[in-house]
């Protein structure tokens, strides 16, 4: 039982040695109460939570310590309300406090990244809306108090009083009422003139029922009732005022002992507000999906958070336990960066006890998304970071939870539209797992999804295979930043004119995660932007013989023209509208890959390798069926000797090759200028004007102005100056800010993951025009091929 608030502020404060907040402290105290100022009611679940903290510490070190207790063998938490002096006190019989925790722990911010943190908060809205899933602590209690004291007694000192009004300083003091918690915390709030729906019992439990009902401890709500009682014959004992117990209001004094009228008596009573059974050792069957989505939040701690999926289960074998594991509705921002900080995802309670979150390794990396509870019946808890890895008890858990979170993904699985909901928001994850959890690899590769040429919605790898066409053996994918820019590539084009199912791989991650899987269920995968591309068909390899026979006198100049910036020159099996692409050889990086290194390099620094990779000779594939390649491949024909002497051609298979590495998405190997230059030369070609003409121009030089009128100038911004007393610029720092938040976000590079524009391409360039303009200089007129004889031939 909590003994009676010493809720009066009635030991000034000024008594306390002084202490400064930490400037963290302060700025976050500034946050908090401007941001949060529109729901101050927070302030009693961050309180009840801390309490509840203090209660977990104790418990825990009563378990190696069986004298811990003994200063109070109750733990709980009692708030009780004192309208007269506008007070509320909440006390827990926690761990508590020494003189130097009160000065650390509510002085200082221990959080590490706290300053980050809050340098990243620019004052807009939805940044304030951050601070409230931050958990805020403490320092809520601040929206609501103008005047706090915490009185705190632990087992390894005195009792102590820490006070403060929030302004820049608190004061610590011993108190003088010496040792009234026996163990614990007590925190008076002063409550704020407007705050006075804090002393009202009925808002007091609809905050606890909202906020607090799965709160591991009772939490009491001290209440002063009235009862008749028979009055005693004899005169009434005197009561102590600070006695707990019953204050007797006497009855009249004229009455007589004949004539004895029952007495009214107010006494104190503490009301349960929280049902108290943990939700996760229930019987699944009798909790309900609306239990399951309130208990969500309280276990992560993120005010408002919701759950995607649920499963509840227990567990018998080498450790016999009970959990809930809840996959959230949407995943963190920085889902991929988290995966190296500690998440604290699992708890672990042994026998209701709370032990740990503190499990670095408990989960593979890729499951930092899951948020669990587990509650051993028999695990040894001694528990820590260090031995965590090697303990039997928690390896058999760790294992389960994920067998557990496959059966709950194939579930989910069968819901099509809940599993995309799944895979837009954990997608990567899946991914992340299929790189490196060896040992479920094959399960992961099952439940990962792709958009596809098939239809507009997600496909499983499964799925894909079943609608393989005959002969084929591989299964094609393409990649790019979007679907519409695969969809438009000249890679992908022959295949879906085909009739092949194409995955579109629009994840920077995804061409790393195929290249490792290399196969599903024996089929391989093929990029078909690289230079292997087999289709199965039988007849092709005899066909494309002829091909590049027909064609050699076109390839033998090509590959002259283009000696230091292809591999190689061949005819193409896969375009059908474009007149070329490039292709990379299976080693070699494809448009995407050099995008996404290209980001890395960046960050990396490290460019050796990078540009190895970069300079990787990509083979230049050419579209039998195209009319600009048969135009082509007549003038190389004419005269195959004549190569040296047609610059003519040159440039335009050096146009050409540039138009195609933009069009396959690579970047311009020389830049603009050099291809601007090209196609303006061949325009000159076109109007018969000289190449080598140059342009006129009349550049008249810019006359430096008079010194009068410099000085006229001068004379007349300090006259501005001066009438307005030399003030700065009025741009508000906030403003600044902003600005300059803009500014860096415009110039710095896209990061890897982020779905950027594709980088590489400086410049617009609008290809078909140009293609267009080939042809023209081509004369195409008189060759004739049309477009559908293309597949036939192939
Ligand atoms: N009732 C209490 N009993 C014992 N210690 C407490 C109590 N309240 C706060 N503390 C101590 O003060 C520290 C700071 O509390 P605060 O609420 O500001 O942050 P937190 O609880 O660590 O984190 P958060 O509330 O943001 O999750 C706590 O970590 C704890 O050590």
């Given at each position: 039982e909590a003994p009676a608030a010493q809720a009066a502020f009635n030991t000034p404060g000024e008594k306390g040695e002084k202490y400064q907040f930490q400037t963290e402290v302060a700025r976050l105290m500034n946050i908090v109460i401007n941001s949060l100022y529109k729901t101050p009611e927070i302030f009693l679940r961050e309180l009840i939570s801390n309490g509840s903290d203090a209660l977990d510490k104790i418990r825990f070190k009563s378990l190696t310590d069986p004298t811990a207790l003994e200063s109070n063998p109750n733990l709980n938490v009692t708030i009780a309300l004192h309208k007269d002096?506008?007070?509320?006190?909440?006390?827990?019989?926690?761990?508590?406090?020494?003189?130097?925790?009160?000065?650390?722990?509510?002085?200082?911010?221990?959080?590490?990244?706290?300053?980050?943190?809050?340098?990243?908060?620019?004052?807009?809205?939805?940044?304030?809306?951050?601070?409230?899933?931050?958990?805020?602590g403490f320092y809520s209690v601040f929206l609501v108090a103008d005047k706090v004291r915490v009185t705190s007694k632990n087992n390894n000192d005195d009792q102590y009083i820490w006070e403060s009004?929030?302004?820049?300083?608190?004061?610590?003091?011993?108190?003088?009422?010496?040792?009234?918690?026996?163990?614990?915390?007590?925190?008076?709030?002063?409550?704020?003139?407007?705050?006075?729906?804090?002393?009202?019992?009925?808002?007091?439990?609809?905050?606890?029922?909202?906020?607090?009902?799965?709160?591991?401890?009772?939490?009491?709500?001290?209440?002063?009732?009235?009862?008749?009682?028979?009055?005693?014959?004899?005169?009434?004992e005197t009561k102590d005022d600070d006695d707990e117990e019953a204050v007797v209001e006497e009855a009249k004094d004229d009455d007589t002992k004949e004539k004895a009228e029952p007495v009214i008596v107010a006494y104190e009573e503490d009301d349960l507000m929280n049902s108290n059974k943990p939700i996760w050792i229930r019987d699944p069957k009798t909790v309900t999906e609306v239990e399951y989505q309130e208990f969500y939040p309280v276990l992560t701690r993120e005010p408002g958070a919701k759950a995607m999926a649920h499963s509840h289960f227990k567990a018998e074998g080498d450790v016999d336990f009970k959990a809930i594991m809840y996959i959230p509705s949407v995943a963190p921002k920085d889902l991929l960066q988290r995966v190296d900080s500690v998440h604290r995802n699992v708890k672990l309670y042994v026998k209701r006890v709370f032990i740990t979150d503190d499990f670095p390794d408990i989960l593979p990396r890729w499951l930092s998304f899951l948020k669990v509870v587990v509650d051993a019946e028999d695990a040894p808890l001694n528990v820590s970071r260090e031995t965590v890895q090697s303990n039997k008890g928690i390896k058999a858990i760790s294992k389960h939870i994920i067998k557990k979170l496959f059966d709950l993904l194939k579930t989910l699985s069968q819901d099509e539209e809940r599993y995309a909901g799944f895979i837009k928001e954990f997608g990567t994850s899946l991914k992340l797992g299929a790189l490196e959890d060896k040992s479920n690899v094959k399960k992961i590769s099952r439940l990962l999804r792709y958009r596809s040429s098939d239809s507009d919605k997600y496909t499983s790898l499964e799925s894909y295979v079943s609608r393989m066409k005959k002969g084929q053996k591989d299964i094609f994918y393409f990649t790019g930043a979007n679907v519409d820019e695969i969809k438009q590539s000249p890679f992908?084009?022959?295949?879906?004119?085909?009739?092949?199912?194409?995955?579109?791989?629009?994840?920077?991650?995804?061409?790393?995660?195929?290249?490792?899987?290399?196969?599903?269920?024996?089929?391989?995968f093929q990029n078909v932007g690289k230079s292997d591309?087999?289709?199965?068909?039988?007849?092709?390899?005899?066909?494309?013989?002829?091909?590049?026979?027909?064609?050699?006198?076109?390839?033998?100049?090509?590959?002259?023209?283009?000696?230091?910036?292809?591999?190689?020159?061949?005819?193409?099996?896969?375009?059908?509208?474009?007149?070329?692409?490039?292709?990379?050889?299976?080693?070699?990086?494809?448009?995407?890959?050099?995008?996404?290194?290209?980001?890395?390099?960046?960050?990396?620094?490290?460019?050796?390798?990078?540009?190895?990779?970069?300079?990787?000779?990509?083979?230049?594939?050419?579209?039998?069926g195209h009319p600009l390649v048969l135009g082509m491949l007549e003038r190389a024909s004419k005269d195959p000797e004549g190569f040296e002497n047609d610059k003519q051609?040159?440039?335009?298979?050096?146009?050409?090759?540039?138009?195609?590495?933009?069009?396959?998405?690579?970047?311009?190997?020389?830049?603009?200028?050099?291809?601007?230059?090209?196609?303006?030369?061949?325009?000159?070609?076109?109007?018969?004007?000289?190449?080598?003409?140059?342009?006129?121009?009349d550049a008249p030089k810019a006359e430096p102005r008079d010194q009068e009128e410099v000085q006229a100038e001068i004379d007349e911004r300090e006259d501005i100056l001066d009438a307005d007393e030399k003030k700065p610029g009025t741009m508000t720092a906030e403003e600044l800010n902003k600005m300059l938040k803009e500014f860096t976000d415009s110039t710095n590079p896209p990061m890897p993951g982020k779905k950027a524009v594709p980088g590489g391409r400086k410049a617009e360039v609008n290809v078909d025009d140009i293609v267009a303009k080939l042809e023209a200089e081509l004369d195409l007129e008189d060759v004739e091929t049309p477009k559908e004889t293309v597949h036939d031939e192939l």
């Open positions: 002096q506008r007070v509320i006190t909440i006390t827990d019989t926690g761990i508590g406090m020494t003189k130097e925790d009160l000065q650390k722990n509510l002085g200082t911010i221990a959080k590490s990244g706290t300053s980050e943190f809050l340098d990243t908060l620019s004052g807009d809205k939805a940044d304030m809306d951050l601070i409230g899933k931050f958990g805020v009004t929030a302004v820049d300083d608190f004061t610590i003091a011993k108190d003088p009422a010496g040792n009234t918690l026996g163990r614990g915390t007590q925190i008076a709030i002063h409550l704020k003139e407007d705050q006075d729906q804090y002393l009202e019992d009925a808002r007091i439990k609809e905050l606890v029922t909202k906020y607090s009902e799965f709160i591991n401890f009772p939490i009491y709500l001290r209440q002063t009732k009235t009862k008749e009682v028979e009055p005693e014959p004899v005169a009434k992908v084009e022959s295949l879906l004119a085909r009739g092949y199912e194409v995955l579109y791989m629009d994840d920077p991650v995804d061409e790393i995660v195929l290249t490792h899987l290399g196969a599903f269920e024996g089929k391989s591309l087999n289709l199965g068909d039988e007849n092709e390899a005899e066909a494309n013989k002829e091909l590049e026979t027909k064609f050699l006198p076109l390839l033998d100049w090509m590959q002259a023209t283009l000696l230091n910036d292809v591999e190689k020159v061949r005819v193409s099996k896969r375009l059908t509208t474009s007149p070329a692409a490039l292709v990379a050889n299976d080693f070699g990086w494809t448009a995407n890959m050099e995008r996404l290194m290209e980001g890395q390099a960046k960050q990396n620094k490290d460019q050796g390798m990078h540009q190895f990779m970069k300079n990787q000779k990509k083979i230049f594939e050419i579209n039998p051609f040159q440039e335009m298979t050096r146009i050409l090759y540039d138009i195609t590495l933009v069009r396959s998405g690579y970047a311009l190997k020389e830049g603009v200028k050099s291809f601007a230059g090209r196609v303006e030369n061949m325009l000159r070609v076109n109007l018969n004007v000289d190449t080598n003409a140059e342009a006129i121009y």
